[in-house]
């Protein structure tokens, strides 16, 4: 089970989002969301990740062969954290 979990400080309040299981396309979205949310441009996250314009852009469209390594490193800069659980031993067997 994955868990994505974001914080994003706002002026007014936080906004708490959490995912329990997540496409490509939720991951972009989130991505993109948390972007905007900053006040951030694509190509504002490509310099501040050390990825590129077009990476940023099939990440948010929620491409789903981007580069794992890159993603989280995408992740990371915009502050979204991510939790992975094991399955408990019931879920493990079925």
């Known amino acids: 089970m994955v868990h994505i ?3 994003i400080l706002f002026p007014y309040g936080n906004l708490e ?3 329990t299981t997540c496409t490509t396309e939720q991951i972009g ?3 993109r969301d948390t972007r ?10 490509a310099l501040t990740s050390g990825t590129g314009l077009r ?3 099939e990440l ?3 491409k789903p062969t981007c580069q794992f390594g890159k993603v989280l490193t995408v992740i990371r800069t ?3 954290s ?3 659980t094991p399955p408990t031993t019931d879920e493990a067997d079925k």
């Open 60 to 62: 948010e469209k929620g």
């Open 78 to 80: 915009l502050g979204i």
């Open 36 to 45: 905007k949310a900053l006040g951030r441009t694509q190509k504002d996250l």
């Open 5 to 7: 979990q974001t914080h």
């Open 17 to 19: 989002f959490m995912m």
């Open 82 to 84: 991510i939790t992975l």
């Open 55 to 57: 990476f940023i852009i």
């Open 29 to 31: 979205k989130l991505v």
